[in-house]
């Protein structure tokens, strides 16, 4: 624009642009470290005050009128980018971990409180970890395609790129198609998975219905102004 | 000041997101701790918990956590090793081998004959 390039308020103008970048980048920084580290599960109390500070530095620009990403873009973004770390790493060691000392005491441990598909013959088929039914391809395909997808989705989209919304929109719906099939997948096999455990269903319930992050973003980003979100 | 006209939505949409993230995160942080100290950790170690989770699911009372466990496989059979037969443990197997009588090359025509032979004569059936 020309008033960019003439009149009085225009060096201010961008002194304040530049500090909303400073702050908006300083902030994203502590948020992507505490993200990877509650990803990583074991280290995740670590990355709490990381995460929790980088809120706070959005938050406290935005108490000055600092022009920073909305409040409800970097929860929908982070809540995308946490999800998927936490699920690809969760696949990930039983496909390829399946034999350390800790993941074998984990899964399993977690098997038989919650869900016995991580229990129930576990180690014994040719590849290790879970012998559950299926679980195996759906570890694969989320783990190696879905939410690597999803990280990235949720970055571009952070970053307010138009590719990022458009990514956060495929892998949403990609998502949806995830969670429909992997529904019907342990419902099938109920009766195994869900049998002298600890805690069942209502276990299920307990730990999982947090992850339907595709419902809960979808309605976001069809009602959303595209054009907030740059071309590069 | 014209409101955004998808406002309640956003409003629903960002609490919902505010919640899950909140439980996601502290999930993330919690959970193998949680599941570590509900099955006695550090009063037991982790390797024999894991030995006793071995010998849960395997049934057995003389399965072994091995750690580390070797980088290269010497023995490709999978867990539990030296088993002489996992039906005796658990039951029917994944994936199952049922033996499927395969029919043959045509072979169907002689098998639907014999049945077609068997039901317009029952009893005779019965007989030989």
Known sequence: MSSSQSGSAAPGYDALLGRAADVQKRADRHLIIGSVLIGTMLLGLFGLPFFLYGLWLLYKA???GLPVRPTIMTFLGYLVLVDGAMNTLGAMIDVLANHSLIVRTFIMGTGLVFDAGYFWQYNTLLLGGASAPGE???EVANGVVLFPMRIVAAWGFLNMKRWGLQWMVITCWMGVYAWVAYMWNITTYSEMRFTDVLAPVWGWWLYNIWYV???IVMPYLY???REMFTDD | MSAHPHQ???RVVFVAAAVCLVIQVIEGALFIPFVLIYLGFPQVGVQEICRELYNITYQADNRECRYPYPLVFQDPTPEPWREENKEHVFGTVTPPRPHYDVPGWREMIAIVERRRAA????????RE
């Open chain 1, 213 to 215: 992050t595709p419902f």
């Open chain 2, 8 to 10: 309640r939505l956003h």
């Open chain 1, 136 to 138: 195996k391809a759906f």
């Open chain 2, 119 to 126: 039901e317009a004569n029952p009893s005779g059936a019965k």
């Open chain 1, 62 to 64: 935005e108490r000055e």
């Open chain 1, 223 to 225: 009602t959303i102004n």
